[in-house]
T-cell receptor
Framework: DQQVKQNSPSLSVQEGRISILNCDYT??????FLWYKKYPAEGPTFLIS?????DKNEDGRFTVFLNKSAKHLSLHIVPSQPGDSAVYFC???????????????FGQGTILTVHP | DGGITQSPKYLFRKEGQNVTLSCEQN?????MYWYRQDPGQGLRLIYY???????QKGDIAEGYSVSREKKESFPLTVTSAQKNPTAFYLC??????????????????FGNGTRLTVT
C-alpha cells in the first residue's frame, strides 16, 4: 500500500518555464511534507518542506503548495534551470508521538529534465 | 565540513554471504537511519536509531541487522536471510525532535549511498 505517490515518472520542461511536480498521499495522519532532490549516484538533498498547518511555503525559486482536503502537494520551480535536472522525491512524516524528521514515507520520484 | 560518509561506494558479494555497510556522521546528530532504494520505488526505511545503544525496525527490517555503539556510527549488516539484497543503500541522520513540529530546520541529511550487488 503506497501511502505517498508521485504518478508522473518524468517531466520535461524548457529552461525559464515553470516546472510543477505533483504528489498525492493517503494517510491523513501525516503532518509535514518535504521535497528532496537527487542526482545520480548521490544521496538526496533536502529542498523545501511544509507543515500541515500551512498551505504554501516559498524559498527562492521553489514553492510547495499543500491541499489537505485533496491530500495533494506540489512543488513549483520558477524559473526552471538546466541544473534543476534531477530526480525529485516527495516525502511525508509525523502523526505519532515523538516526531522525527527521519521516519519518512517517500514517493517513487519524478525525473525532471530541463532543456536549455 | 560536516557530513555523512558511506563506504564503500560499490560492493559486490556472493549470495549467502553477510556484508556490512559503513555509515559515519560528524554532524552531532542523535538519530540515524538506513533506507533502501530500488528502481521505480521510493526510499524505504530499514532501521533507525534515536540514541546510542538503541534502534528500531523500520518498514523492511527483515534480513538486516544494525548496531549503534557510538553516536557517530550506524553500520548495517545485510544478512544471507535478505531475499533481495541487491539495491542502493542510503544512510541518513537528523536531530531527534520530541515536540510537535513548528519548523522544519532539521530534515534528513543523506550520505552518497552504497550500491550493493549480490550474485
Amino acid at each position: 500500500d503506497q501511502q505517498v505517490k508521485q504518478n508522473s515518472p518524468s517531466l520535461s520542461v524548457q529552461e525559464g518555464r515553470i516546472s510543477i511536480l505533483n504528489c498525492d498521499y493517503t494517510n491523513s495522519m501525516f503532518d509535514y511534507f518535504l521535497w528532496y532532490k537527487k542526482y545520480p549516484a548521490e544521496g538526496p538533498t533536502f529542498l523545501i518542506s511544509i507543515s500541515s498547518i500551512k498551505d504554501k511555503n516559498e524559498d527562492g525559486r521553489f514553492t510547495v503548495f499543500l491541499n489537505k482536503s485533496a491530500k495533494h502537494l506540489s512543488l513549483h520551480i520558477v524559473p526552471s534551470q538546466p541544473g534543476d535536472s534531477a530526480v525529485y522525491f516527495c516525502a511525508a512524516g509525523g502523526g505519532a508521538g515523538g516526531t522525527s524528521y527521519g521516519k519518512l514515507t517517500f514517493g517513487q520520484g519524478t525525473i525532471l529534465t530541463v532543456h536549455p | 565540513d560536516g557530513g555523512i560518509t558511506q563506504s564503500p561506494k560499490y560492493l559486490f558479494r556472493k549470495e549467502g554471504q553477510n556484508v556490512t555497510l559503513s555509515c559515519e556522521q560528524n554532524l552531532n546528530h542523535d538519530a540515524m537511519y538506513w533506507y533502501r532504494q530500488d528502481p521505480g520505488q521510493g526510499l524505504r526505511l530499514i532501521y533507525y536509531s534515536q540514541i546510542v545503544n538503541d534502534f528500531q525496525k523500520g518498514d523492511i527490517a527483515e534480513g538486516y541487522s544494525v548496531s549503534r555503539e557510538k553516536k557517530e556510527s550506524f553500520p548495517l549488516t545485510v544478512t544471507s536471510a535478505q531475499k533481495n539484497p541487491t539495491a542502493f543503500y542510503l544512510c541518513a541522520s537528523s536531530k531527534w525532535v520530541l515536540e510537535e513540529p513548528s519548523s522544519y530546520n532539521s530534515p534528513l541529511h543523506f550520505g552518497n549511498g552504497t550500491r550493493l550487488t549480490v550474485t
